[in-house]
């Protein structure tokens, strides 16, 4: 049976995402992008410099790779749609990762405002990801909104703390049909492997990836991480068992009858 | 609660004692992931010295991990020299027998396309305190000219009104500058005899009028040197927490200015040394993870080169404090201090790369059409 995520009518091969920032060089990413197989790859466009050559991260994207710009420095809404039209119109496509920050202490996102760009950007045609705070009813205002999938944070943002919100994930991805995505906070790829064994779609990975001793093999250990999570999903986990058997069983009285 | 209420709190002889006598373990508060005041304050004294190396490691791994193998490229451009002020530690002082000028909007315009041949994308525009010669009106002008080069405007000028800077801000500016000098109140009344600087407190809340007018980033720190630097590098951590508190949105940034040379010749009355601006920088980073740290060509190449791993988030390059620096041969003028780092955009390019680090030119898209 083929497993492939679609997003927005996209087909990926690769259920891992890469993140640009963060990097020592753009030389780095083409060669994460390549290591990892990572298919989409989120930009910010406050960073993409389209005038000067060499300095224009998206001339680094190797060929097929699928631009998901992210609305980064947005404070509201409205200035995250202001970014996604720019960027929509200076070429980096229709998907856009929402995130609106208005929380510079913690780097949190705004769900309430997240929610309110998520529904004017999809009506507009963009296939919108927002990255959001795994909360669920705000989580159901964005599937509501027309939102192509959501991203809820695994910890803080840069912290690489893990899967922190483990707990509130799961019922996300236990009640949201659409694909959830693991954005933020993942440090380690037994992480991501553990994120995608839970039932998420896909995971975002930038911090772990870029500021390793070395990027490129860490991309690639995600890379691996990530296919065996997914493989460990489908073929379906076998349950622990928290007690040992119990040596007087309490309904071992049911047999006797 | 005003910030100004807030520093009452901290009387400097209390701040001194507990320097002095604080029993608190450095090596527990270091890896802590928030920290209170009084721990800050502990970080800054005497005591913490020796463990500035495992401070340093800390700070390293934060600010890897927040802001990434990249620090922020920008340039300064000075529009006018002429003010008002009596500020007694600067070469702008108006009883300064100097000659003074004001770029015209056309001069502007060349230092613009001067600078932006360097590749730079984010500039900071500065002026003395004089509404006759740099009015707002004149600012706002030459800032439309230079959202024509440049994608992030910054301006380090007189304290404004809020509608003032919302006027600035339409135009395209989208950052505020502004050092409160000294925090030590008595200190401030000495160092500022004369002029609309005198005021204190509407200096203290100049960032508050900017927030409130929209401003997105905002980057505070005191002019080191004029006052004791452990008190000084307190408040300072302070007001940025306080400002943070009250205007999550804004991206906040800390610069830690240590007196240079100038003309006038004022000397330093507390001299900060290297190891004591390292101790500043480290203590910050670890009390405030997320806010960005400014280091300008105040401090030398070889200097900046080590504390580019210390928690660096952005620099100047190629820089003149000189009005009208990048056109002509200003031989004949001073700026308004002088320039430790002399090298050129290109050679700071160069360094911060060896080290392991991108230089980034852009990292704010204008959200309007400005033009």
């Not at chain 1, 060499?54 to 790779?65: A, F, V």
């Not at chain 1, 959830?180 to 992480?191: H, Q």
């Not at chain 2, 373990?25 to 970080?43: N, S």
């Amino acid at each position: 049976m083929e497993d492939q995520l679609i997003i927005g009518g996209t087909k990926l091969n690769s259920r891992l995402f890469l993140g640009t920032g963060k990097f020592a060089s753009y030389e780095q990413i083409p060669a994460a992008v390549a290591a990892s197989g990572a298919q989409v790859v989120t930009v910010a466009l406050r960073r993409v410099d389209f005038e000067t050559p060499g300095e224009n991260m998206l001339e680094y994207l190797p060929e097929g790779t699928v631009i998901m710009p992210n609305t980064s420095g947005a404070r509201n809404a409205a200035e995250a749609v202001r970014i996604a039209r720019i960027a929509r119109e200076s070429g980096c496509g229709n998907w856009i990762k929402i995130e609106v920050i208005s929380d510079q202490k913690y780097l949190l996102p705004d769900n309430q405002e997240t929610i309110e760009a998520t529904k004017i950007l999809a009506a507009e045609g963009f296939i919108v990801l927002p990255y959001m705070c795994p909360d669920l009813m705000a989580a159901k205002r964005m599937v509501e909104a027309g939102a192509a999938a959501i991203m809820p944070l695994g910890a803080p943002i840069g912290t690489n703390r893990g899967l922190k919100t483990e707990e509130l994930i799961k019922i996300l991805i236990a009640e949201i049909e659409l694909p959830v995505i693991v954005d933020a906070g993942i440090g380690r790829p037994s992480e991501a492997a553990t994120a995608i064994e839970l039932g998420a779609a896909a995971v975002l990975v930038n911090t772990a990836v870029a500021t390793a001793d070395q990027p490129v093999l860490m991309a690639e250990a995600f890379g691996e991480a990530v296919r065996a999570g997914r493989k460990a999903f489908l073929a379906g986990l076998g349950g622990t068992q928290t007690f040992a058997s119990a040596s007087s069983p309490l309904t071992g009285f049911l047999r006797s009858e | 609660m005003s910030f100004y209420e807030l520093l009452k709190k901290y009387e400097p002889a209390e701040l001194q004692n507990y320097l002095n006598n604080s029993s608190s373990q450095i090596e527990k508060i270091i890896p802590k992931l928030t920290l209170t005041e009084l721990e800050f304050l502990t970080l800054l004294s005497p005591k913490a010295t020796p463990f500035l190396e495992l401070m340093a490691q800390n700070a390293y791994l934060l600010s890897l991990h927040h802001f990434g193998r990249n620090i922020l490229l920008y340039t300064p451009l000075y529009l006018a020299d002429y003010c008002v002020n009596q500020c007694v530690y600067c070469g702008f002082n108006t009883t300064n027998q100097r000659k003074r000028r004001q770029l015209t909007l056309e001069e502007v315009r060349a230092e613009a396309a001067a600078i932006s041949q360097t590749g730079l994308k984010h500039l900071l525009i500065l002026t003395g305190e004089s509404r006759k010669h740099s009015s707002v009106d004149y600012i706002r002008d030459c800032v439309k000219i230079l959202k024509e080069y440049f994608t992030s405007i910054s301006i380090e000028i007189y304290p404004l009104e809020t509608d003032e800077y919302a006027k600035l801000i339409e135009s395209g500016v989208d950052g505020l500058t502004i050092y409160q000098e000294v925090y030590h109140q008595p200190t401030y009344l000495e160092l500022h005899p004369a002029g609309p600087k005198r005021d204190y407190r509407y200096r203290l809340e100049t960032p508050e009028r900017a927030a409130q007018a929209g401003i997105r980033t905002i980057n505070i720190g005191a002019l080191l040197g004029l006052a004791d630097w452990r008190t000084e590098a307190f408040y300072t951590g302070l007001h940025a927490q306080y400002l943070l508190n009250k205007f999550p949105e804004i991206e906040l940034s800390l610069s830690f200015p240590r007196m240079r040379p100038h003309s006038g010749g004022y000397e330093p009355t507390s001299p900060v040394s290297d190891q004591a601006l390292v101790q500043i920088m480290l203590a910050m980073r670890l009390f405030l993870p997320r806010a960005g740290i400014t280091i300008s060509t105040r401090e030398s190449a070889t200097f900046r080169n080590h504390l580019l791993k210390l928690g660096v988030t952005k620099m100047s390059a190629g820089s003149s404090t000189v009005v009208g620096g990048h056109i002509d041969d200003n031989s004949e003028n001073t700026g308004q201090f002088e320039i430790a780092d002399q090298r050129s955009v290109a050679e700071i390019q160069a360094a911060i790369i060896k080290q392991g680090y991108k230089p980034i030119f852009k990292d704010w898209h204008p959200l309007e059409d400005f033009s």
